[in-house]
């Protein structure tokens, strides 16, 4: 009985959503559109980094190299001849790229495997470091990439970028890839191979004892990692239309490392809710960055205080919930039950003792999973 | 003369200018239990992580069943019939009870990133087939009622065991348990030796484990090497080394005198 129920919950939430992205196109202006979309591409992205921060336990800071590999070879596959042409204006295209024109999605799962080649090649040597070490190289390589781009003109058009990227990251695209993205997560989690990345995780140690070739699971998340970088990466740059160097420096990284710790490291769900909300924040607060005239306060407009926010969130999320929303669970209905039943309970025995502690109200959402909150001395 | 299953020639471990591991010798024969013991420091643990290969030896060789396994990766190792535990528990403590014990089923399951990704059929009858054997080890030594219990949250006797039946689940020939009593009293231990006593005649395992406390070992070793300060003292059947001079020197004598 409890099952089917929840099952029909799971079935009216897939509805609710499908219908959004159905009616998106039609409903939304243009502006509500493209931040509904970019929550899609940052399901993506912080997806195939919680692969590896939170299910294998490997802290990389490397995402916006394997994007831009992503999303220049996507560009340079799908442009027409004369749009490169007309880009490529101080240093002619190489002649082999010239007059490649190759449909959308061919060309996105190239930019896929590139990316993930490039990835399995950075992995293989610097997968044997670990922790901060780890971090620290996987960024220095995520820089040396965009340093290449930004010098290899013929290639690339270097620091002037391209422009005029066709438009295919359209609505149904752009969500289909991400629901791609979470049954990938999904199955592959439910799998003996998640499990296997997940005992890496835990401790790679026993983890060899147990037969497993930790380095093997370790170049595979990886790979797989930058796989789903590339794409996103691609997707980003068909919604944005322009691509240069310079969109994919730490900053960007940043944001996704951001969501990944927010949403809970080690947490699908946690993931997909911290995407949506961070995408959707970072345009909402975009008013502090503005000059502002609100009662007795008046500033002169500073560009970047939003990401003060952030900071902010980010540095509360690490003092008192370390394990970020869904602290390393899944979401389920049975939890938002279990949630609402005891604030129902606090909320009857505040009501006795006249205290009225209130405030039970929140999102259920983001407490569904207290009862499940492991320790946070992990 | 049983098959000699783990052998040791000269094996010696240096870390910079300190000698762990000074010229061990050891012969291990078919279904033998065999203790591994000495003081605090003497050097125990650095050989187990040589014969498991987390380390490589500085110099001398490991043979398993007569193949030179010498500075074989720990994976390849264990793929070879050779399953350890960890003196300090190390379970993954974010999976649960059940799960931490088909990590250990992994090398029988082993299936490829894309056939368990898409759950092939293939993958499907070896994972179901896994889940099985899992959930009858549980229940072999009484762990299955907690099989969906995180694995961290079970007693500390109960984690002990579980490194056990997790190393049991790559299916080994050769068992190396690094201190499987410590933390125990001394009714806990002898129920544990017991449990290790069974394990072997029933899953016709040869045993090495270590232990520093003498009396444990006593009842259920049938050979004990003495380690100290990296060099092997004394090795013989428990009554022999219990009178030899030079094991009571080293160990016995401070802990008999700690104790009296």
Known sequence: ?378 | MPETMLSTQGLTMRFGGLTAVSDFNIAIGKNEIVGLIGPNGAGKTTAFNVVTGMYRPSSGKVFYRGADITGCKPHVITEKGIARTFQNIRLFRNLTVLENVLVGCTLSISSGFFSSLLHLPVYRKKEAAAHEFALALLDKVGLADAAGKEATSLPYGQQRRLEIVRALATHPALLLLDEPAAGMNPQESLELMSFIHTLRDEFDLTILLIEHHMQVVMGVCDHLYVLDYGITIAHGDPASIQKDPKVIEAYLGVDDAGNK
Request: aromatic share 10%.
């Open chain 1, 1 to 378: 009985m409890k099952i089917k129920r929840n099952q029909l919950y799971t079935v009216v939430a897939l509805c609710v959503i499908v219908l959004l992205i159905v009616l998106a196109d039609h409903v939304f202006d243009s502006f509500i559109l493209r931040v509904f979309n970019l929550c899609a591409i940052y399901i993506i992205l912080a997806l195939s980094l919680n692969l590896l921060n939170g299910f294998t336990g490997l802290f990389s800071l490397g995402h916006a190299g394997f994007m831009a590999v992503g999303a220049y070879v996507s560009a340079l596959l799908t442009m027409s001849p004369q749009l490169k042409e007309m880009n490529y204006f101080l240093t002619p295209i190489v002649p082999v790229l010239k007059n490649v024109t190759l449909p959308f999605f061919p060309a996105l799962l190239i930019a896929g495997l590139v990316s993930a080649l490039v990835g399995l090649l950075i992995g293989a040597p610097i997968l044997r470091l670990k922790d901060d070490y780890l971090a620290i190289a996987t960024l220095g390589f995520s820089e040396i990439i965009r340093v290449l781009i930004t010098n290899a003109q013929p290639i690339t058009n270097g620091a002037q970028g391209l422009k005029g990227l066709p438009r295919f990251s359209t609505t149904y695209t752009v969500w289909a890839v991400a629901g791609a993205m979470v049954l990938f997560m999904v199955l592959l989690m439910r799998s003996s191979y998640g499990r296997t990345m997940k005992a890496v995780r835990d401790d790679d140690l026993a983890a060899e004892a147990m037969g497993i070739n930790v380095f093997k699971v370790k170049v595979t998340a990886f790979t797989a990692s930058s796989f789903w970088a590339g794409v996103g990466g691609a997707l980003l740059g068909h919604m944005i239309t322009t691509i240069d160097p310079k969109m994919f420096t730490f900053s960007l990284t940043f944001n996704i490392v951001l969501i990944v710790v927010l949403g809970g490291t080690g947490s699908i769900t946690g993931s997909v809710l911290a995407a949506i909300l961070v995408t959707v924040l970072m345009e909402a607060l975009r008013f502090l960055d503005e000059p502002m005239n609100f009662l007795f306060i008046h500033t002169a407009g500073t560009p970047g205080l939003r990401m003060v926010v952030f900071s902010i969130l980010l540095m509360l999320v690490v003092i008192f919930r370390q394990k970020g929303i869904m602290g390393g669970k899944e979401f389920s209905w049975d939890s938002v039950a279990a949630f609402r039943a005891r604030h129902a309970r606090r909320a009857r025995s505040g009501a006795r003792d006249d205290a009225g502690d209130g405030g039970n109200s929140g999102n259920s959402k983001v407490g569904g999973n207290a009862n499940g909150e492991g320790g946070p001395h992990a």
